[in-house]
C-alpha cells in the first residue's frame, strides 16, 4: 500500500548535522501519520520523532528534543528528520515509518510501514 524509502544517513562528526529524507510512494501519503525510529546494536528499536498527517502536531523522544526536526511535504510525498548537534549515541539504522492515522502515533506496532533503514553514525 505505501513505500518508503530513506536516504541522507551516513557518517557524521560529533556535533555536526544531517538530515534523513523519506520519500514515499503509493497509497496517499497525507493520509498517514509518519514516524522515524531507530535501532542502535544491541538495543531495541525506539521511537525518534513523529508527525501528524497534517505535519500540525509533533512528537520528540526526551533524547533528541530540541536537536531534531521532524517535518513533512505532503506535496513532494516526503517527510525529514533534521538532525542536529549529533552525539555518538545517535549512531543507530534510522527507520521512516507510516501510520493510517491522522493523529501523531508514539506506539511501534502502530505503524503499518517501514523503510529499509539508513545508517546515521556519529564519530567522536
Known amino acids: 500500500q505505501v513505500q518508503l524509502v530513506e536516504s541522507g544517513g551516513g557518517l557524521v562528526q560529533a556535533g555536526g548535522s544531517l538530515r534523513l529524507s523519506c520519500a514515499a510512494s503509493?497509497?496517499?501519503?497525507?493520509?498517514?501519520?509518519m514516524g522515524w525510529f531507530r535501532q542502535a546494536p544491541g538495543k531495541e528499536r525506539e521511537i525518534v520523532a513523529a508527525?501528524?498527517?497534517?505535519?500540525?502536531?509533533?512528537y520528540y523522544a526526551d533524547s533528541v528534543k530540541g536537536r531534531f526536526t521532524i517535518s513533512r511535504d505532503n506535496a513532494k510525498n516526503t517527510v525529514y528528520l533534521q538532525m542536529n548537534s549529533l552525539k555518538p549515541e545517535d549512531t543507530a539504522v534510522y527507520y521512516c515509518a507510516a501510520a493510517p492515522y491522522a493523529h501523531v502515533i508514539v506506539t511501534m506496532g502502530w505503524y503499518d510501514y517501514w523503510g529499509q533503514g539508513t545508517q546515521v553514525t556519529v564519530s567522536s
Open positions: 503509493g497509497r496517499t501519503f497525507s493520509s498517514y501519520a
Open positions: 508527525i501528524s498527517w497534517s505535519g500540525g502536531n509533533t
